[in-house]
């Protein structure tokens, strides 16, 4: 698993070592980012939840990003990330890693994100996560901002969640990238 593009590009991150970390693949976040790439710049702020491996937060960071927020509930995960962000000498002042659910941390953060990539386990109900991104109380994604969702091309999700409202979807082999978007009026 490599960065594709950006100050960090042609360089190798650690992937993990047991199956139950599903990394995004190269060709899904070349697609992810080349969709991305005029809304990323040095005021962004990504949020990389089920962040795994880190690679989809890191590749932000390459091209651009201010900060990324790094979110796993999963310690070997977010050790792995901590090692990933070491081997490239990322700054700490740029990133954040936080050992905890989707779900707890969206009912805890008090931050907005221009970016929200989620990605969680294909077997997982994202209801509950999309939900609460789309509150109007909650201001996790900025008016502006987009939310992307990785997900299984089989487990289709909706077009709409709340004030989500679902702009493009990406098939490439088994997965699926869902672009949302407020519906501000």
């Known amino acids: 698993m490599r ?41 962004t ?50 990133t954040k890693v936080v050992c905890l659910s989707s779900e707890d941390f969206l009912k805890k953060t008090t931050n907005s994100f221009d970016i929200i990539y989620f990605d969680p386990p294909y077997d997982l109900d994202y209801s509950q996560v999309l939900y609460h991104i789309s509150d109007s109380k909650s201001l996790i994604l900025n008016n502006k901002g987009i939310l992307i969702v990785e997900h299984f091309h089989k487990n289709p999700i909706l077009e709409f969640y709340g004030e989500l409202i679902r702009w493009r979807l990406i098939k490439q082999g088994d997965s699926c990238l869902s672009f949302y978007e407020k519906n501000i009026k």
């Open 3 to 43: 960065i594709i593009s950006g100050i960090y590009r042609g360089r190798n991150l650690k992937t993990p070592l047991d199956s139950k970390i599903r990394p995004t693949s190269d060709r899904l976040r070349e697609t992810l980012f080349n969709i991305l790439n005029q809304k990323i710049d040095h005021e």
């Open 45 to 94: 702020s990504f949020l990389d939840l089920c962040a795994g491996t880190g690679a989809v937060g890191i590749e932000a960071l390459s091209r651009g990003s201010k900060n990324v927020v790094f979110v796993d509930n999963s310690r070997k995960s977010c050790g792995l990330i901590e090692s990933n962000l070491d081997l490239l000498k990322i700054p700490d002042t740029n």
